[in-house]
């Protein structure tokens, strides 16, 4: 499982709260992954109102 597979699993099991996402985000694109979704989640400020991450 890749990082990004298990950091989704996390955030699914609710061990890893939306403020996180964002790095998460910018870790997977270091990894080789890339989507627009990505790179606008990436970023985002960790303190963005969760109603945006969600989006």
Partial sequence: MDRL???AWQYVAEIVPP???PM???HAIIDG???SA???LAGL???SDPA???V
């Fill in 38 to 40: 990505l790179r606008e």
């Fill in 5 to 7: 597979q298990f950091s």
């Fill in 45 to 47: 400020p960790r303190r």
């Fill in 52 to 54: 945006e991450v969600y």
């Fill in 33 to 35: 992954r890339d989507s």
């Fill in 19 to 21: 403020e996180e996402l």
């Fill in 24 to 26: 998460l985000a910018a």
